[in-house]
């Protein structure tokens, strides 16, 4: 089981209108982190999430355009296929309070995004195809 250290940690507001996905992406990769946990809170205005079928081993997609709170995205950095990929997860709220969430795709539209990243300092953490689920994940130890 690989072990890590704690290293720095990056406190960012992301750019307004940028995408939420790359914008953490981008800043993980200008700080050269490759491993690490990510925190975010804010609101976007639009979004596009997932669902993981576990039976069809296939992603259903939703796309929503309006005005919501990110309530709670987490997630995590590690390498697939030599790049850095984020793998996060966002609950939003509606106006009325309403809340969805799913896997975070590319598509979303930041209105507001405060970013932590937590650095994690140790050997490369690579995702491969996994035969029982049918996702990238990390290799068993
Ligand atoms: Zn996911």
């Keep these: 089981m690989p072990v890590y250290q704690i290293g720095k940690v990056v406190l960012e507001r992301l750019p307004y209108r940028s995408d939420l996905i790359e914008a953490i992406t981008n800043l993980a990769s200008d700080e050269g982190i490759k491993v690490g946990i990510i925190s975010v809170i804010g609101a976007v205005t639009k979004v596009k999430i997932g669902y993981y079928d576990q039976a069809t081993k296939q ?83």
């Design 59 to 141: 992603y259903s997609e939703k796309e929503r355009e309006e005005p919501m709170e990110i309530c709670s995205c987490l997630g995590n950095i590690s390498m697939k296929e030599g790049k850095i990929l984020v793998h996060a997860h966002i609950a939003l709220a509606d106006k009325e309070g309403r809340v969805i969430g799913g896997h975070l795709y590319e598509g979303a539209t930041i209105f507001a995004a405060e970013c932590l990243i937590q650095e994690l300092q140790g050997e490369n953490l690579e995702r491969f195809p996994d035969e029982e689920t049918g996702l990238f994940l990390w290799p068993r130890s």
